[in-house]
């Protein structure tokens, strides 16, 4: 009797390693799955925090464009009014000398 108790626990003992090795494998195994997840999630996240990068930098890239455009325009403009200014008085002051040469 003793026997069949001993082959009793070592079939209970077996049964116990096989389960617990083989929960073991299920744990590596999820672990592994959710690792890889992770992986992926996080991938995925990076690449959607990119995209959210690049749009905000095009869309800031076209406002100073704009703002450069316009800046440009103002320049060109002020500059034009210089210059047509600068022409009157040039005008002015040849006129004043024709005027000064003819009387004297």
């Known amino acids: 009797m003793a026997k069949e108790i001993l ?3 070592e079939e209970i003992e077996k049964s116990a390693r096989e389960s617990f090795e083989n929960s073991q494998k299920d744990i590596n195994s999820n672990i ?3 690792k890889k997840d992770l992986e992926v999630k996080f991938v995925e996240e990076v690449k959607k925090y990119k995209e959210e990068l690049l749009n ?3 869309i800031e890239k076209e406002e100073l464009k704009k703002s450069l455009e316009y ?3 103002d320049m060109k403009d002020k500059s034009d009014k210089l210059s047509s200014s600068f022409h009157k008085k040039m005008d002015t ?3 004043e000398v024709k005027n000064i040469v003819m009387k004297g």
Do not use: R
């Open 7 to 9: 082959e009793k626990l």
């Open 32 to 34: 592994d799955n959710l």
């Open 56 to 58: 905000k930098l095009e």
């Open 71 to 73: 800046k440009i325009t």
């Open 93 to 95: 002051i040849l006129e």
